[in-house]
């Protein structure tokens, strides 16, 4: 079965400096994409980034990256540049394929980011 | 575009009564799914669609229904709910072969 684990139940960073929220995950799957998604205290789930099995470059979108080790099963985001607006709740998140070729995200418990002046 | 819209927003229920959480998207996705997300989780999964008339069971299926009449409509029935259904609840939507779904902004249940 596929799993996305994240061992940082929270993690705090100065204002400017990078910060790297970790996660891994377990698929058989040959073809898999993995996601990450932002959750702020407002509750809304805010798409970051995406990284497909077969990507051969790490996913950027502006100050996040997304920094993939296939061999490792990691998939970290790495946020570049923190700032007081950051601080939310993060999720890393993992495709699988469902019936009718649609899918399902498998989600991690999260990882809380304080970012402090 | 609105997007994916959810209503209500909150909503407090004893144990027994049912209630229809709604969820519309108007960006003619085929896809829509519902997810709860409980303290120290991440979502999962209740029930799914591909299409008008076409759903399926997700992971946590167990005290929900659903159907799917149109393809802008995914309503998410409670048909007895129960404490443990206490939970905030999310719809997403997305197109036929792309990656990326996008959530609406969620409901707020208790169940006392």
């Known amino acids: 079965a596929q799993k996305i684990t994240q061992t940082q139940p929270g993690m705090f960073v100065q204002e400017k400096e990078a910060v790297t929220l970790d996660c891994t995950y377990d698929?058989?799957?040959?073809?898999?994409?993995l996601f990450w998604y932002k959750q702020p205290s407002s509750g809304e789930m805010i798409f970051l980034i995406y990284?497909?099995?077969?990507?051969?470059q790490n996913a950027t979108e502006g100050r996040y990256s997304l920094n993939f080790q296939k061999a490792r099963k990691s998939a970290n985001l790495v946020i570049s540049a923190s700032q007081l607006g950051d601080s939310a709740m993060y999720f890393c998140?993992?495709?699988?394929?469902?019936?009718?070729?649609?899918?399902?995200?498998?989600f991690g418990t999260g990882t809380r980011l304080q970012v402090f002046p | 575009n609105a997007g994916v819209t959810q209503t209500p927003k909150f909503q407090v229920l004893k144990t027994g009564q049912s209630m229809t959480l709604q969820c519309a998207q108007d960006?003619?996705?085929?896809?829509m799914s519902w997810y709860r997300q409980d303290p120290g989780m991440g979502l999962r999964l209740i029930h799914y669609?591909?299409?008008?008339?076409?759903?399926d069971q997700g992971e946590v299926p167990n005290g929900y229904n659903v159907s799917r009449s149109t393809t802008e409509d995914f309503p998410l029935r409670l048909l007895s709910a129960a404490p443990s259904q206490t939970s905030v609840y999310f719809c997403?939507?997305?197109?036929?072969?792309?990656?990326?779904?996008?959530f609406g902004p969620g409901t707020r249940l208790t169940v006392t």
């Open positions: 997403a939507s997305s197109a036929q072969d792309t990656y990326e779904q996008y």
């Open positions: 698929t058989s799957d040959q073809s898999y994409g």
């Open positions: 990284q497909g099995s077969y990507d051969e």
């Open positions: 998140a993992m495709r699988e394929v469902l019936l009718y070729n649609t899918d399902k995200l498998i």
């Open positions: 960006m003619n996705h085929e896809y």
């Open positions: 669609s591909v299409g008008a008339g076409i759903t």
